[in-house]
T-cell receptor
Framework: DVKVTQSSRYLVKRTGEKVFLECVQD?????MFWYRQDPGLGLRLIYF???????EKGDIPEGYSVSREKKERFSLILESASTNQTSMYLC??????????????????FGPGTRLTVT | SQELEQSPQSLIVQEGKNLTINCTSS?????LYWYKQKYGEGLIFLMMLQKGGEEKSHEKITAKLDEKKQQSSLHITASQPSHAGIYLCGADIGTSYDKVIFGPGTSLSVIP
């Protein structure tokens, strides 16, 4: 079974602090993703990575950065946390880049989530 | 408006009853994923559908992708309290990278 773990289930930080959220997957997956989930807004993609040291912006990258130094680990960084970053953060991984024309798609596997509160 | 819509938004059913959740897109669905989320936890992958007319089952949960590939339904037979949670559909609508968009979710409660 694919296992995606996140460093913390709950985190409370103060405004202005630098926050690191860690995600590790154990299935040698190529792709890794960071989402945030908010009531009424659903899941929104922050950043994703398709290879070590590679990253792509998602829909809401502002205020966030990411790091992928090793294939199994993908970190989300809040450079200066703000109250509007209070949210549930979900990490996911998938086997590789799909090929729609070839009918090849890969499902994403999610971690348990980190509920971050910024006060 | 959401690119991917789900109906109903929430559902309360008596244990043992059948139920259906729908996921509708305004664009062609190249891949459709169903997930279940327990409150406050991560998403659990249930199944993936790709071909129009495709139907998959897992235990008492059946999902189908319609022929025109713009709608999927998730059907639960003889619901149990363990089925309670939030059901989300995710879709690959053919963007330039491997992006999956998610529906807003359907909250299911099963009353014993």
């Amino acid at each position: 079974d694919v296992k995606v773990t996140q460093s913390s289930r709950y985190l409370v930080k103060r405004t202005g602090e630098k926050v690191f959220l860690e995600c590790v997957q154990d299935m040698d997956h190529e792709n890794m993703f960071w989402y945030r989930q908010d009531p009424g807004l659903g899941l929104r993609l922050i950043y994703f990575s398709y290879d070590v040291k590679m990253k792509e912006k998602g829909d809401i990258p502002e205020g966030y950065s990411v790091s992928r130094e090793k294939k199994e680990r993908f970190s989300l960084i809040l450079e200066s946390a703000s109250t509007n970053q209070t949210s549930m953060y979900l990490c996911a991984s998938s086997e590789g880049m799909g090929n729609i024309a070839g009918g090849l798609l890969y499902e994403q596997y999610f971690g348990p989530g980190t509920r971050l509160t910024v006060t | 408006s959401q690119e991917l819509e789900q109906s109903p938004q929430s559902l309360i059913v008596q244990e043992g009853k059948n139920l259906t959740i729908n996921c509708t897109s305004s664009k062609t669905l190249y891949g459709l994923y169903w997930y279940k989320q327990k409150y406050g936890e991560g998403l659990i992958f249930l199944m993936m559908l790709q071909k129009g007319g495709e139907e998959k089952s897992h235990e008492k949960i059946t999902a189908k992708l319609d022929e025109k590939k713009q709608q999927s339904s998730l059907h639960i037979t003889a619901s149990q309290p363990s089925h309670a949670g939030i059901y989300l559909c995710g879709a690959d609508i053919g963007t330039s990278y491997d992006k999956v968009i998610f529906g807003p979710g359907t909250s299911l409660s099963v009353i014993p």
